[in-house]
């Protein structure tokens, strides 16, 4: 139990990296996971790299770094 606290704990302090071959790939993940998607997660598609921002009408937008 305290290995799976640990984990748990080294998981949510580590930004998070997703990568992709190309954006379909990566737009229809995200469709599907958006509730496990963390602001400031890195999204590499196709070499591409991204980040997770909220947009001022309050949307989760993938942003160029």
Known sequence: MKCLKEQEALE???KRELHF???AVALE???EHKS???LGTVV???GV???FVVAP???????PI
């Open 21 to 23: 071959p190309d954006m």
């Open 29 to 31: 993940w995200l469709r």
């Open 44 to 46: 590499v598609v196709a």
């Open 49 to 51: 790299a991204f980040a």
């Open 57 to 63: 009408a309050g949307l989760l937008v993938l942003s």
């Open 36 to 38: 496990e998607v963390a």
């Open 12 to 14: 949510q302090g580590a």
